[in-house]
């Protein structure tokens, strides 16, 4: 008798929740929520490209119309033609919106963008990528440091895997100082405000 009443009362007590729900918060909840998510993608059996993300939130806001929200960040991982690790982007947030034929992807937050085998590195707080036309892009303040100096501005353009950054409006940038083969010193500069001497 007992267990009938608690079962009875365990029945009650979530019936009673779900009646209390409301219709219109049902609609704003994710269709579908990926925790640890690693999806790759390929081409004649090689990886091109890695998003490893720890939480993705899909939600459906039209016919033709979707969002994936990913609010822990995301990792991006592109690997050059022979299966190389070329650049990795890092970033606080990001969103990909689908609205019938056009497709965005935005990355938000602490955005780092690391080409590895150029050895640069691209900060910049949002970035956009058009993956149609494979380009990444951003119109906000930039830091891009390289083994060829330091430079800074606003703006942003380049392929999608950071082979060719081109800041837009460079401002206070610098060359590092370098030998050559005379012993000689000399200065790479754009705007100079000062060497930044390694030995």
């Known amino acids: 008798m007992v267990a009938v009443l608690w079962t009875a009362a365990i029945v009650v007590s979530c019936s009673n929740k779900l009646k209390n729900i409301d219709a219109d918060k ?3 909840a994710p269709t579908q ?6 999806a790759s993608q390929t081409e004649n059996g090689m990886v091109q490209m890695r ?3 720890d939480r993705m939130e899909r939600y459906e806001t039209g016919e033709k119309e979707s969002k994936e929200i990913f609010p822990e960040g995301f990792r991006v991982l592109a690997y050059n033609e ?4 070329e650049t990795r982007i890092v970033s606080d947030q990001a969103l990909h919106t689908v609205s019938g034929d056009n497709e965005q992807w935005s990355a938000y937050g602490n955005v780092v963008i690391n080409n590895f085998i150029k050895g640069e590195k691209i900060e910049t707080d949002t970035l956009y990528w058009d993956r149609e036309k494979q380009r990444i892009y951003t119109d906000c303040y930039v830091r891009l440091s390289s083994p060829q100096g330091f430079m800074q501005g606003y703006g942003l353009e380049s ?3 950071a082979r060719n950054a081109q800041l837009l409006r460079p401002f206070d940038s610098y060359g590092i100082v370098s030998d050559d083969s005379t012993g000689s010193r ?4 754009v705007n ?6 390694k030995r």
């Open 26 to 28: 049902i609609a704003e």
């Open 33 to 38: 929520v990926v925790l640890n998510m690693d």
């Open 51 to 53: 998003l490893a993300a």
């Open 82 to 85: 022979e299966g190389l690790l």
């Open 159 to 161: 392929d999608e895997r």
């Open 186 to 189: 000399y200065v790479d500069t």
């Open 192 to 197: 100079f405000i000062g060497p930044n001497y």
